[in-house]
């Protein structure tokens, strides 16, 4: 469904959902370490498992809209607007939060820290990469066995093998395992995939919609991941006397199926919206990108005054603390994008 602007409704709404997704994440990955084990702790597993498909998602929007081969979009438009934005924000906002540090030097100490910039913003490097690979991309979408084929080849060797040797490698024998993963590895085949095999499949769930059918078995295959990821992590983590990510890690068949499973949910389904709200969501959706730019640093500031996600019980705390961060997040990037040039390269 789109809005009379048109804006594709379900991806705004689905983006809006994805940001405040990965807020939550966040909030629930604190003390997610230390926390072990505890009522607590079980309590942000779930969370954790619930939203843990945010950032695939946020994958799967971008292939859904930059690989339609309907769509026009020349190269000096999407590496002169769309990258190079994501360039500068990157740069601008790992300046920002390493502020100290950084005028501290000394010189190369400063320019690592500037390169690296915080730990969510691997994301950001992740899109550089995808974005600069969007022309061969479209290429593959335009026949859909080529696609289809690629989407497998993708999840085959970028999720299900290596995790695979993942688990092999915490109960098998440890010299066959690390024979098997070293001949794997030497073949790079993984590294041709990776991420893009997300942003291919948003293109593909997209484009060519499930039957009813099928969005059954996804939508079932999704809540049997959700479990999935709670009870493996519980389990797995009592097993080892340590937390373990094992089970929710992005590469992985559970998180590859609840991933899908949301995607189709929310692309599927007639969202009928006031134009009062659609014009809210599309707001919103705009500022989703900055939203996840600054996120962390409010989260920051927020601990650094005392106050995370532990500060009240977590079963209804995590929930007031996601929408809180993405309230005053939200305000932030608003008030920014007021500005022309930080509204065209800072969000």
């Not at 607590?40 to 779930?46: D, F, K, P, S, Y």
């Not at 590895?185 to 293109?203: M, T």
Request: proline residues 4%.
């Amino acid at each position: 469904m789109a809005s009379s602007s048109g804006r594709v409704i379900s991806l705004d709404l689905l983006r809006v959902v994805a940001a405040l997704a990965v807020i939550m994440l966040h909030a629930s990955a604190q003390h997610f370490v230390d926390g072990f084990p505890s009522a607590e702790w079980n309590v942000r597993v779930v969370y954790h498992a619930a939203v843990r498909w945010c950032v695939p998602v946020f994958l799967m929007i971008s292939g859904a809209l930059f690989l339609d081969p309907s769509r026009r979009l020349s190269l000096r438009h999407l590496y002169g607007k769309n990258l190079l934005r994501i360039v500068v924000a990157f740069f601008v906002w790992s300046y920002v939060y390493s502020f100290d540090k950084i005028n501290a030097g000394p010189a190369s100490k400063s320019l690592i820290l500037l390169l690296t910039g915080p730990s969510h913003f691997w994301y950001i490097k992740m899109l550089v990469g995808l974005y600069i690979a969007v022309p061969l991309l479209r290429a593959i979408t335009v026949d859909k066995t080529t696609e289809r084929y690629f989407i497998v080849i993708a999840l085959v060797t970028a999720i299900i093998i290596p995790s695979a040797l993942a688990i092999a490698k915490q109960h098998g024998s440890p010299v066959v395992v690390k024979m098997l993963d070293k001949f794997y590895h030497s073949l790079y085949i993984d590294i041709a995939a990776g991420y893009s095999g997300y942003f291919v499949l948003g293109h593909f769930l997209y484009a060519y919609r499930p039957t009813q059918r099928q969005r059954r078995v996804f939508y079932a295959l999704g809540i049997a991941a959700f479990v999935a990821m709670i009870c493996g992590t519980y389990f797995y983590s009592r097993f080892t006397g340590k937390a373990s990510n094992l089970m929710i890690n992005y590469l992985t068949p559970t998180v590859l199926a609840e991933s899908i499973a949301v995607f189709v949910l929310m692309t599927s389904h007639q969202w009928h919206l006031s134009a009062g709200w659609q014009r809210l969501v599309a707001q919103a959706s705009r500022l989703s990108f900055g939203i996840y730019l600054v996120h962390v640093l409010v989260i920051r500031y927020s601990v650094s005054h005392g106050i995370d996600s532990s500060w009240l019980p977590a079963v209804y705390f995590i929930p007031l603390y996601t929408l809180g961060i993405f309230a005053v997040s939200c305000v932030m990037i608003w008030l920014l994008s007021k500005i022309p040039l930080a509204n065209r390269y800072l969000m």
